[in-house]
């Protein structure tokens, strides 16, 4: 999922937008930002405007607070369900498909048309999301194969 489609759909634990409509950036934006940014390192010789320069350290700084902001938070919780405790006890499987839906919806992730009516494939999503939280590299780590 690419920064800025994760910036329009970003919630927090009460199911507010992370980010305001004016704050979110469109991938255009993301990418001129990283081209401009590679072009000014490569032509040591080209001036760069006072004002391209406040404008590219907002933006990066922008970018870092969505890179902070987008990562699952420690634990990636659900209706009471701690889904990093599921998946590492590989527990998330027991839950009937409809919750695994439902939770799938609530994260906005999407699940195949010709897989989404597996458990499989809600489990395999559900995973990949959990993967990218910081407790779930840790517990993975410390439990040994």
């Known amino acids: 999922m690419t920064?800025?489609?994760?910036?329009k759909i970003l919630r927090d634990v009460d199911g507010q937008r992370q980010f305001s409509h004016e704050q979110v950036l469109f991938s255009t934006q993301i990418q001129s930002f990283f081209s401009r940014r590679a072009k000014c390192e490569n032509s040591e010789a080209q001036s760069v405007?006072?004002?391209?320069?406040?404008?590219?350290?907002?933006?990066l700084a922008t970018l870092r607070n969505v890179g902070e902001q987008i990562q699952p938070k420690n634990p990636v919780m659900y209706d009471g369900y701690n889904l990093c405790d599921l998946v590492t006890s590989q527990r998330l499987s027991k839950l009937k498909i409809s919750k695994l839906r439902e939770i799938c919806r609530s994260f906005k992730l999407e699940v195949p048309a010709q897989q989404g009516k597996r458990k499989a494939?809600?489990?395999g999503v559900?995973?990949?999301m959990v993967s990218e939280c910081s407790c779930y590299h840790s517990t993975t780590s410390s439990v040994s194969p």
């Open 3 to 7: 920064v800025a489609r994760q910036m």
């Open 49 to 59: 405007s006072d004002q391209d320069y406040e404008a590219a350290e907002e933006a």
């Open 121 to 123: 494939a809600f489990v």
């Open 126 to 128: 559900l995973t990949a």
